[in-house]
């Protein structure tokens, strides 16, 4: 298949956070373009995480992402939500973040009495 000139290929990064690319069901839930996919809430596998990304169903959400969101007329709410995301304002994010910094600071404690 012939590439624009234009054509970035894409890094596949597992710590960032995905948005579907196109429609696709996943449990019992249908995405649409533009929709957060919390693959972690949903406890996916990496493994089909990775699946997903290579039948380009999911991409990495970024600042080019988003520009292609706007674009294309995605819902405000999803918008908002990956910007939240994005600029690091989602609450489970910063939750998810509490919550790995408290295990770290925890494990580091114990080794320091031991």
Not at 24 to 41: A, H, I, T, V
Not at 44 to 69: G, P, S
Request: proline share 3%; aromatic share 12%; no cysteine.
């Amino acid at each position: 298949m012939p590439k624009s000139a234009n054509y970035q290929p894409k890094t596949f990064d597992i710590r960032q956070p995905f948005v579907a690319v196109r429609r696709f069901r996943s449990g019992n839930r249908e995405y649409q373009f533009g929709e957060y996919f919390n693959w972690k809430k949903l406890s996916v596998a990496e493994r089909r995480v990775k699946q997903l990304w290579d039948l380009r169903y999911i991409e990495n959400l970024d600042t080019d992402m988003l520009t292609r969101m706007n674009q294309a007329g995605v819902d405000a709410k999803n918008i908002k939500q990956a910007e939240d995301i994005l600029y690091k304002r989602d609450k489970t994010t910063i939750e998810e973040h509490d919550s790995n910094k408290n295990h770290f600071t925890k494990l580091a404690n114990s080794i320091e009495t031991k």
